[in-house]
């Protein structure tokens, strides 16, 4: 194989593997949260301000895989 096709092989599968998790798990985070304020909307704002928090540190993690990918491909 190609060394070239080798790097942009393995970038596109860091990435497609490393945006999986922080999709899901942003997913589940807002969903929780909107059945939090449903079932208790006093805390809603609470609720709203630390699921932002969480769904930042979940996409630091997509993020990181983007760091990766760019270090393969141009390193």
Do not use: H, Q, W
């Amino acid at each position: 194989m190609d060394p070239i096709a080798a790097k942009y092989l393995a970038a596109g599968i860091c990435m497609a593997i490393g945006s999986i998790a922080p999709a899901i798990a942003e997913g589940m985070v807002a969903a929780k949260a909107v059945e939090g304020m449903a079932r208790n909307p006093e805390t809603a704002d609470k609720l709203f301000t630390n699921s932002v928090v969480f769904m930042a540190i979940c996409e630091s993690t997509g993020i990181y895989c983007l760091v990766i990918s760019l270090i393969i491909l141009f390193a």
